[in-house]
């Protein structure tokens, strides 16, 4: 099992800043994926960010250029910057972390973390 523990979550003003942070514990061993996903109620989960264990990213189009995501690999940590937030950026984020092992998939979720973001 994997435990995700997410941090950073809160208010901000229209065009603020957040960072959230997402810490992976618990067997490790094998993550590829860690990525954050949102929802806003009413609405599906949908991907915002995710990025590989070398380094590659991928970002939904609402947040291209706002929102900039990392990980550091030794401490099992995903961080996602979102930058000129608007009140649409306003969800639960969740962070998802996918892991593969003995050729068997693997996918966690942390308990979500709410942004909100007022006019």
């Known amino acids: 099992q994997v435990q995700l523990v997410e941090s950073g979550g809160g208010l901000v003003q229209a065009g603020g800043s957040l960072r959230l942070s997402c810490a992976a514990s618990g067997n490790v061993f094998g993550i590829n994926t860690m990525g954050w996903y949102r929802q806003a109620p009413g609405k599906q989960r949908d991907l915002v960010a995710v990025?590989?264990?070398?380094?590659?990213?991928n970002y939904a189009d609402s947040v291209k250029g706002r929102c900039t995501i990392s990980r550091d690999n030794a401490k099992n940590t995903a961080y996602l910057q979102m930058n000129s937030l608007k009140p649409e950026d306003t969800a639960v984020y969740y962070c998802?972390?996918?892991?593969?092992?003995?050729?068997?998939?693997?996918?966690?979720w942390g308990q979500g973390t709410q942004v909100t973001v007022s006019s």
């Open positions: 990025v590989t264990s070398g380094g590659s990213t």
């Open positions: 998802n972390v996918k892991a593969k092992r003995a050729w068997v998939g693997y996918a966690y």
